[in-house]
């Protein structure tokens, strides 16, 4: 069973920076992939972002290619989630999953966390 708990949301101008983390209560996190997807209000879940096992192969949503950043700290057991020159368009809830593998979907990940809000508003 592992844990995952969101955090670093908050509100951030057009342009602006958040970085999220995902932390996990797993001791080995380098088993699982790590992928981040979001929701907006009135729209479907999106994957984002993910962080394969092992090798720890990156992979990016076109919508954020070159924006966002994933990145792992194995010694604390944390996946980031480094999101630069953010839009409008990227409000939402994002969330973290834990799975054997980078999935198209949330619900092929193993474990889900909370969720955390990032919003982009002036």
């Known amino acids: 069973q592992v844990q995952l708990v969101e955090s670093g949301g908050g509100l951030v101008q057009p342009g602006g920076s958040l970085r999220l983390s995902c932390e996990g209560s797993a001791s080995d996190l380098d088993y699982y992939a790590i992928g981040w997807f979001r929701q907006a209000p009135g729209k479907e879940r999106e994957g984002v972002s993910c962080?394969?096992?092992?090798?720890?192969?990156?992979y990016y949503a076109d919508s954020v290619k070159g924006r966002f950043t994933i990145s792992r700290d194995l010694a604390k057991n944390t996946v980031y989630l480094q999101m630069n020159s953010l839009k409008r368009e990227d409000t939402a809830v994002y969330y973290c999953g834990a799975s054997w593998g980078c999935g198209d979907t949330l619900s092929e990940y193993d474990y889900v966390g909370q969720g955390t809000q990032v919003t982009v508003s002036s």
């Open positions: 962080i394969s096992s092992r090798v720890g192969s990156t």
